[in-house]
């Protein structure tokens, strides 16, 4: 009887093993296949935003210089001059690629959003801005953009 008890234990505990493991092996593969896409789809986003921003940010350094060099009193027409156009149409993406890659009820992603349209707003208004001041926005678009990009970098690194 005893002998008995322990085969029927036995080829019981065997059975739920068998049936237990492939389950469990797919459970597990399909938790790491997640983890795996997105660590990969952040580090992407994270790739575009760094590209978006430097580009902003170059165009917005090189717009501003020719508003500043412009003569006093004249305005810079745009419509004229095709190079200075296609530097406009790009800062325009650049920006609204930035605004819709960012999350503003986070408080860096609102940091960034906000350094971004004021500078924005500064390059593209009647008056003349200063290229300290745009310089000094730059810089501070700079910074806001490190803080996102690390935050992010450490949530890839974690595997959140």
Known sequence: MYALTVAFISASTTLI????????????ARQQIRASVISNNRERWVEALRDCAAEYVGLLLSLALVK?????????????????????????LAKNKIMLMLNPSKTSHAELHDAVEASYLALVSDESPSLTKLRADAETITHAARAVLRAEWERVKRGD
């Open 68 to 92: 500043q060099t412009s003569a006093p009193g004249q305005s810079v027409t745009i419509g004229t001059d095709s190079a200075l156009l296609q530097a406009a149409e790009r800062l325009v």
């Open 17 to 28: 093993a068998s049936i237990a493991a492939p389950i469990v092996s797919l459970l597990v």
